[in-house]
T-cell receptor, first 114, second 117 residues
Framework: KNQVEQSPQSLIILEGKNCTLQCNYTVSPFSNLRWYKQDTGRGPVSLTIMTFSENTKSNGRYTATLDADTKQSSLHITASQLSDSASYICVVNDRGSTLGRLYFGRGTQLTVWP | EADIYQTPRYLVIGTGKKITLECSQTMGHDKMYWYQQDPGMELHLIHYSYGVNSTEKGDLSSESTVSRIRTEHFPLTLESARPSHTSQYLC????????????????FGPGTRLLVL
């Protein structure tokens, strides 16, 4: 069964600290993996997208890694800010259909405290 | 910031009412999607469209219907709302960057939070 599992479910950190969010998937075949940020009451916004051949991708203070062999990805946030408080969603795209079906994780709810 | 809009942002209605959730995008994208998301849960695809006059049901069974008469407009309609329809509905659009590679990025609207009493 194609699944995307994220951990932790929720995380609280102090402003300025670093954190790492995890994503494990069983989706096969595999095309690409994306991380989205979803602020409360808003739609998700894309942070990074990585294909099979890419094992790291950065977007400012966000760095995503991908290990396609172990089917694991992580999102590292450096020097967290209050505005980083949001849900971070891991999304995996398979290669099997014209639509390029997306499998969504449930997200990690990150809260950054001052 | 993506140019995709949803109205209303919040809606509280009574059981049995007919409602239409609006979604518009000004990016000229051919593909559009509707997702349903409950708190703390993953997004579930309920409808999608490849272009004008093309609509398909998604993975999650839904009593809603959609239409795609214009490229920029993809409304979702519930003929008779029930409390089980209470949820957040997210509209998205995308363009194909590389055929067969699925590398398109979906741009999401702000969502409509629906409460059916």
């Amino acid at each position: 069964k194609n699944q995307v599992e994220q951990s932790p479910q929720s995380l609280i950190i102090l402003e300025g600290k670093n954190c790492t969010l995890q994503c494990n998937y069983t989706v096969s075949p595999f095309s690409n993996l994306r991380w989205y940020k979803q602020d409360t009451g808003r739609g998700p916004v894309s942070l990074t997208i990585m294909t099979f051949s890419e094992n790291t991708k950065s977007n400012g203070r966000y760095t995503a890694t991908l290990d396609a062999d172990t089917k694991q990805s992580s999102l590292h946030i450096t020097a967290s800010q209050l505005s980083d408080s949001a849900s971070y969603i891991c999304v995996v795209n398979d290669r099997g259909s014209t639509l390029g079906r997306l499998y969504f994780g449930r997200g990690t709810q990150l809260t950054v405290w001052p | 910031e993506a140019d995709i809009y949803q109205t209303p942002r919040y809606l509280v209605i009574g059981t049995g009412k007919k409602i239409t959730l609006e979604c518009s995008q000004t990016m000229g994208h051919d593909k559009m999607y509707w997702y349903q998301q409950d708190p703390g849960m993953e997004l579930h695809l309920i409808h999608y469209s490849y272009g004008v006059n093309s609509t398909e049901k998604g993975d999650l069974s839904s009593e809603s219907t959609v239409s795609r008469i214009r490229t920029e407009h993809f409304p979702l309609t519930l003929e008779s709302a029930r409390p089980s329809h209470t949820s957040q509905y997210l509209c998205a659009s995308s363009e194909v960057v590389e055929e067969g590679g699925g590398k398109e990025t979906q741009y999401f609207g702000p969502g409509t939070r629906l409460l059916v009493l």
